[in-house]
């Protein structure tokens, strides 16, 4: 994965400025400019809520390097260490998401850095938040990071374990193979998981916990052959496999916190098409409802070469 601009789109808020340790910790590891990026839409300020009154825009970008300056000098953080370039850009639309969007385009971002949620927190549940519809259109990775993250501080600026569900679509194997690239980046360990929805379905398949459905022994073998004729040319010797039953999503996201892990790679397209179209599909699930970062991988054709 060639990284030479990320972007950091910004509202300002503290949930959006989680973010920015992520932006800038793979601004240095791939030696890239970082551009932060705010857009003003039209009702964007309400002078009778100061909780959504904007300060001026030069105090708040003047606020963010001050944190940028505050993590390139924290003992804590020594993969940050150096210099990374950084500018400041306020684009006016009517969507902040096309906006975005158009900005990649134009600037040649390969890699957007966001938070999942924002001032408009109401937006994030009636019309679908500013992340998910720039995951949605985006033709190159998005990192969402949940509100709530804060492990990259805690593990020294590093993701330690990195889990890549594989649906065995051409779509997960290119997400794979960015996987890869950022396990070797940051000399990560990395999970592959696959989930099964099971035909015969229980109660629990509907409700909100682990699936009861068994997993049969032999259907692991199998699927670890299928992974070996799958990606057995690009993966490292000795990964592990974890197999699942029950709703994608759900399973993911409790195989995270069982296994520590604090990135997960995703497609985002593949699974099951139907449930994309009727209910926002697995990745948005998962953008939601992850306990940790999630870098999405658009499908764009044929899986990229690893270096």
């Known amino acids: 994965m060639k990284i030479k601009r990320i972007l950091f789109p910004t509202d300002f808020s503290t949930a959006a400025s989680k973010a920015l340790d992520h932006a800038l910790v793979l601004a240095h590891i ?7 990026l705010h857009v003003e839409v039209p009702h964007g300020a309400d002078p009778h809520n100061p909780s959504k009154e904007f ?7 003047s606020f963010i390097r001050q944190q940028v300056a505050g993590l390139v ?3 804590s953080l020594p993969v940050i260490k150096g210099t990374v370039p950084i500018r400041e850009e306020i684009r006016r639309a ?28 109401l937006g994030h549940f009636v019309l679908g ?10 033709r190159i990775p998005v990192l969402t990071i949940h509100h709530g993250e804060d492990l990259l501080i805690s593990n020294e600026g590093r993701y330690k374990r990195i889990l890549a569900p594989v649906d065995f679509s051409d779509a997960s194997k290119e997400s794979l193979t960015t996987a890869i690239d950022l396990a070797k980046q940051f000399g990560a360990e990395l999970v592959v998981a696959h989930v099964f929805e ?8 509907f409700a909100d916990r ?9 259907l692991i073998s199998r699927s670890q052959k299928a992974l070996h004729k799958f990606a057995g040319d690009i993966l490292p010797e ?20 069982l296994e520590n892990i604090d990135l997960i790679v995703v497609a985002n397209q593949g699974w099951n098409a139907l449930e994309r179209f009727l209910l926002g599909g697995t990745t948005e699930k998962l953008i939601r409802r992850s306990p940790v970062p999630v870098l999405v991988k658009p499908f764009l054709g044929e899986p990229e070469e690893i270096d």
């Open 30 to 36: 791939y030696n890239a400019e970082l551009v932060m």
């Open 55 to 61: 300060p001026e825009l030069d105090e708040l970008f």
């Open 73 to 75: 000098e924290d003992d």
């Open 94 to 121: 009517i969507s902040d998401a096309s906006e975005i969007l158009d900005f990649c385009e134009q600037e040649q971002i390969d890699l957007i850095v966001m938070g999942t949620h924002g001032r408009t927190g």
């Open 129 to 138: 938040s500013t992340t998910e519809k720039v995951v949605h259109g985006s």
């Open 198 to 205: 099971p035909v015969l379905t229980s109660p629990a398949f």
């Open 210 to 218: 682990p699936s009861t459905v068994p997993v049969d022994p032999d």
């Open 238 to 257: 000795g990964t592990p496999f974890k197999l699942r039953s029950g709703h994608v999503q759900r399973e993911l996201t409790n195989l995270a916190k």
